[in-house]
């Protein structure tokens, strides 16, 4: 079975949103509408794209908590440097 360019499009539009590549996405899904996909066929293949890049952060993010040895929530020192915490700062406001 060959892919017609129309389902290649698709896929593609699906694989720009799981990679992040706005360009491509731009380009796909101009390129789909010249081969007559509906909107609702761009719409499922920008979800499905989602679907998978979430997986993938999700699996990531496991994978890279279990590389190293449990630690105290960084949240809580992320932000120390930035002005918006500054006390000066907030006095000024």
């Given at each position: ?5 129309h ?5 593609a ?78 006095e000024?406001?």
């Amino acid at each position: 079975m060959k892919l017609d360019e129309h389902l290649m499009r698709l896929i593609a539009i699906g694989a720009s949103v799981a990679v992040n590549c706005q360009p491509c996405l731009e380009t796909n899904l101009a390129r789909a509408r010249e081969c007559g996909a509906e909107e609702a066929e761009l719409t499922q293949a920008i979800w499905v794209g989602r679907m998978i890049r979430k997986a993938a952060a999700s699996k990531m993010d496991d994978f890279a908590s279990n590389l190293v040895k449990p630690a105290p929530n960084p949240s809580s020192t992320i932000l120390t440097d930035c002005v918006c915490e500054d006390k000066k700062y907030k006095e000024k406001k």
